[in-house]
């Protein structure tokens, strides 16, 4: 049994186990140079230095195109940090390299030391072993001239990582110059931004003071100029407009007193005509003559009328034309004028069996002061509710403890009690709407609606100057619509 020696990293082993034949070079580097083996074709070396690992030179091209890719993308500090990063890695592959010279400088000692072992073996052996000593003889020295080979590599690439990790040294110092120049420049900036917003805000509250000041002297200045006004027209001008005033209201008087007197003369020539004309009883209207008040036929004589032999039509004249429209349904001796009796005269002829008599307002009916402006200013809003109490329902009286609420829109008019809606209906040629024609006390505030043919009310509003507006904004929105709404045998333009 022979003893041979392995040398791994200056350390000596003994193996025990030593079988008869030529030395194994493999088994002497096994686990830091490369292996070998016997082909047919010749030698072929095979390197065992672990996992294969990317060039130094491929990292390093990888990296810095990387740098160069993304540094359009970057800020001007991500890109010093970025240029920070590979200093750092090209300092980590410098010394990588130092790392791998050493290691091939100690295999190189490691070599020297084999081949002078074989050596001193070739003289001591003969025969087969002796041939089998200069064939691993041979391969040492090939194995040394691949480690030469790959000595130079490593030296080029450290010059190439050197001449790079100067590069990228220079290029981290620009960066961090740059950054430095940005932040002063951005700096300078900011200082500016605040002293001109400081500048501003300066400006503005001189401005306020100055403004403040002015106002309160503009402020002073005019009421100094209103006493000063007010004490002139209390020295030179009460008693001129004192006496103005008076004379007004004198003129106003005496033309009230004069219109009634021509009235009553009007009325007492009318009565003194028909007296002498024939012995029909004389009849007359009692009421204002407006918009919203009751018009109610009286006997002049002052007697009571009985209602059962007489029967009473009314009628709407036109003052120019002088034809009578006969008012539907206006039978009674009471009568509410409603909007489209406004500038009309209003007639009633009183029947007392084969005779008739008349009774005429002696002037137009008057429209209700602000009641035109206070429609225009309703017709700018879409709709608009009033509370209103159902009086009847297709002729049926119904109880008026309940309140509804009646909206008049653009296109259509609903009557609704709480959520419950009673009759919603758009403006139709079918649809009517008047005054109630029925007389009673509360006639001026009561109006006729009749959505559709199967149904009718008369609705109660709160005052009559509702009941006109609503009449009156229907018809302008119907109006609108290309509808006409008028009351039951209405005439119609079309």
């Known amino acids: 049994m022979t003893w041979s020696a392995t040398l791994d990293y200056g350390r000596k082993t003994k193996n025990v186990d030593i079988r008869p034949g030529p030395l194994r070079p493999a088994n002497i580097i096994r686990n830091k140079f490369p292996t070998y083996k016997n082909g047919s074709n010749g030698i072929v070396i095979k390197l065992a230095d672990g996992p294969e690992v990317p060039a130094l030179k491929e990292a390093v091209a990888k990296e810095t195109a990387d740098l160069l890719d993304r540094r359009q993308r970057l800020s001007v500090r991500e890109l010093a940090m970025k240029f920070e990063k590979g200093l750092s890695t090209a300092t980590l592959l410098s010394k990588e390299v130092k790392w791998r010279q050493v290691a091939l400088l100690e295999r190189d000692i490691l070599l020297k030391n084999l081949k002078s072992v074989l050596e001193s073996l070739r003289g001591r052996v003969t025969g087969k072993t002796k041939d089998e000593i200069e064939e691993s003889i041979s391969m040492v020295e090939i194995l040394a001239v691949q480690l030469s080979k790959r000595e130079a590599e490593l030296l080029e690439e450290k010059t190439e990582v050197t001449k790079l990790a100067k590069s990228l040294k220079l290029a981290s110092e620009d960066a961090k110059r740059i950054v430095e120049e940005e932040r002063a420049h951005a700096h300078t900036e900011v200082e500016s931004a ?69 009235v009553n ?86 029947s007392l069996g084969n005779e008739t008599a008349i009774a005429k307002t002696t002037g137009l009916v008057d429209p209700a ?109 119907a109006i609108d619509c290309n509808i006409i709404l008028a009351g039951p045998g209405d005439k119609t333009p079309w």
């Open 369 to 477: 002061a602000g009641l035109v402006e206070y429609v225009e200013t309703l017709v700018r809003k879409p709709e608009t509710e009033f509370n209103v109490v159902v009086l009847q329902l297709n002729g049926i009286d119904q109880p008026k403890e309940s309140v509804h609420v009646l909206n008049v829109g653009r296109l259509r008019m609903r009557l609704c009690k709480g959520k419950a809606v009673v009759a919603k209906e758009f403006y139709s040629s079918s649809m009517q709407l008047c005054g109630v024609r029925g007389g009673g006390e509360a006639a001026s505030q009561a109006m006729f609606w009749r959505p559709r043919s199967d149904l009718s009310l008369a609705l109660a509003f709160e005052t009559a100057r509702e009941r006109n507006t609503a009449i009156m904004l229907a018809r302008r929105f």
């Open 265 to 350: 003369l009007l009325k007492e020539l009318e009565l003194h005509k028909r007296r002498k004309g024939n012995n029909i009883p004389v009849f007359d209207l009692e009421g204002l003559q407006c918009l919203g008040s009751i018009l109610r036929i009286v006997s002049q004589n002052g007697a009571a009328i009985d209602i059962s032999n007489i029967s009473v039509q009314w009628f709407r004249i036109h003052p120019k034309e002088s034809n009578k429209e006969i008012i539907s349904g206006a039978t009674r001796l009471v009568y509410a004028p409603e909007p489209q009796d406004v500038g009309r005269y209003v007639q009633a002829e009183i």
């Open 194 to 262: 605040r002293s001109a917003v400081q500048r501003v805000q300066e400006a503005l509250q001189e401005h306020e003071k100055i403004s403040e000041k002015t106002g309160k002297q503009d402020l002073e200045e005019l009421k100094k100029e209103v006493r000063v006004a007010r004490r002139i027209k209390m020295l030179h001008c009460p008693s001129k407009a004192m006496d103005l005033e008076n004379e007004i209201k004198t003129l106003r008087k005496t033309f009230t007193d004069k219109s009634v007197d021509c």
